[in-house]
């Protein structure tokens, strides 16, 4: 049977490999390690932030190796997974399908969410466990007609979900469902964790396999197709290091909460994002912040007593990311609409009867790369580039033709399976 290598194990590269697994004896090459939940109670860090001890976010990578932070020029913080599963076990298990933006240059995926939710266990029977403040929210949304619609959640097992609020820093309770559990337990699949892949190997105009570090050793991975699915910053850095050129079209949905103290809000131990709200090139939610918590010193309140609504919004494909440096300036576009979508998260919180001056605001992050590598009408059949080798394929974020302001897991998933069936169409035996 022909071999495949899949680089990156996140919402594109374990659908791509579960896909790819009906024809090929597929090998995942992922950077990170087994994923492990943030191990330390978080109420515990309180005082040490009191103290002023966290004041640079990347510190985080210290107690959580899981998580990796990127600072821009500006200050707008970025977070990304590095461990089986990708980004998806810190996810906040928001299953929304959103792919408008393909559709618009003629890639209809119906087949593949089809496929994906005979798979992937999506359920909204959380909101029978709303707590009264999630509640009034709810009605203060519908109140400004805002039509908040519950938010359909990746959940292994809902009665396994405690709300305790921790889903971006993995789940404990084994109740969230995460990209890897596609191709768990796949004899098709074999998996190699630690292995850092430096650049695809081209001879003759094909990709031959790839050159990686596995515990700090130098090896070489043959395959007739190599997949890469290393995320929205990582792709693109593989690809120009392999001499393939991407653009500086990155997109990173930026979140900026608006919040505001409230006494017993508890949002802090509750399901984050519980309705979603979807505006004009954004999305409202309720969402508890803890970056911002932990390192923002306007966050002052103890965690159970702030009431927070995220902004998150479909940023313009201006930045790159070179391997060390990230850059994402904001555009005018973009500012325009952090003041639109800011403005109406104040007027919710005033209706929730919260005077302006006790608001406040979070720290500018992200954490939804994607967008170097941006699909067109004209690759809408192959979802290949042409100045790719032909047998090298890219299924992830890095396709996406433009921000999608939204929770991509699902789009990309339902992306990358058709990525693997059109390299299954032209490869397989
Ligand atoms: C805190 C947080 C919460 C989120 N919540 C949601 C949500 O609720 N719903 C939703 O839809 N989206 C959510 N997202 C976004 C979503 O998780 C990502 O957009 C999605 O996982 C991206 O999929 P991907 O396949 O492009 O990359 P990733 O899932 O990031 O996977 C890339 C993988 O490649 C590996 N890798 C990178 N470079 C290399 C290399 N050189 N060699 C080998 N391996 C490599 C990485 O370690 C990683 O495991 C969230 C993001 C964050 C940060």
Not at 41 to 59: A, C, N, S, T
Not at 104 to 112: M, Q
Not at 302 to 318: E, L, N, Q, R, T
Request: net charge negative; charged share 20%; with cysteine.
């Amino acid at each position: 049977m022909k071999k495949a290598l899949v680089v990156g194990s996140g919402a594109g590269g374990c659908a791509a490999a579960a896909k790819l697994a009906q024809s090929f004896d597929v090998t995942v090459l992922e950077a990170g390690d087994a994923f492990r939940p943030f191990a330390h109670d978080v109420r515990r860090l309180d005082p040490m932030r009191h103290l002023g001890l966290f004041f640079d976010e990347r510190m985080i990578q210290l107690l959580f190796p899981e998580m990796r932070i990127l600072k821009t020029r500006e200050g707008l913080v970025h977070v990304n997974g590095c461990a089986l599963g990708g980004t998806t076990a810190l996810a906040t298990g928001n299953a929304v399908r959103c792919d408008q933006v393909l559709r618009e240059i003629g890639i209809d995926l119906d087949n593949e969410f089809a496929e994906l939710e005979q798979v992937v266990p999506v359920t909204r029977d959380h909101y029978k466990n709303w707590s009264d403040l999630t509640v009034r929210l709810f009605a203060a949304f519908e109140d400004k007609g805002l039509n908040p619609q519950i938010t359909p959640k990746f959940l292994v097992d809902a009665d396994r979900c405690v709300a305790c609020g921790h889903c971006v820093l993995g789940c404990r309770f084994k109740a969230k469902w995460t990209a890897d559990m596609l191709i768990e337990g796949n004899p098709r699949i074999s998996v190699v964790t630690r292995c850092a892949v430096e650049r695809v190997l081209i001879k003759g105009g094909r990709a031959v396999g790839v050159e990686a570090r596995v515990g700090g050793k130098r090896c070489t991975f043959e395959a007739d197709v190599v997949v890469l699915a290393a995320g929205g910053l990582g792709t693109p850095v593989l690809l120009n290091a392999s001499g393939i050129p991407t653009q500086s079209t990155l997109f990173v949905d930026p979140v900026v909460c608006v919040a505001a103290p409230w006494e017993g809000a508890c949002l802090d131990a509750q399901m984050p994002m519980p309705f979603v709200s979807q505006r004009d090139g954004y999305i409202l939610s309720p969402y508890f912040d803890w970056l911002s918590f932990f390192f923002n010193r306007q966050w002052r309140s103890s965690s159970d007593g702030i009431m927070s609504i995220m902004v998150k919004y479909a940023d313009s494909s201006v930045g790159s990311y070179d391997g060390s440096r990230l850059d994402k300036p904001s555009t005018p576009h973009d500012e325009e609409i952090v003041k639109r979508s800011v403005e109406e998260s104040l007027c919710i919180l005033e209706r929730m009867g919260v005077s302006r001056d006790d608001m406040f605001l979070g720290t500018l992050n992200a954490g939804h790369p994607g967008g170097c590598l941006p699909l067109t009408s004209n690759q809408a059949q192959t979802l290949h580039h042409e100045h790719l080798p032909d047998n090298l394929f890219v299924a992830d974020a890095t396709l996406l033709p433009r921000s999608m302001g939204n929770p991509p897991i699902l789009t990309i998933m339902a992306l990358a399976t058709r990525v693997a069936r059109c390299a299954e169409e032209s490869f397989a035996d």
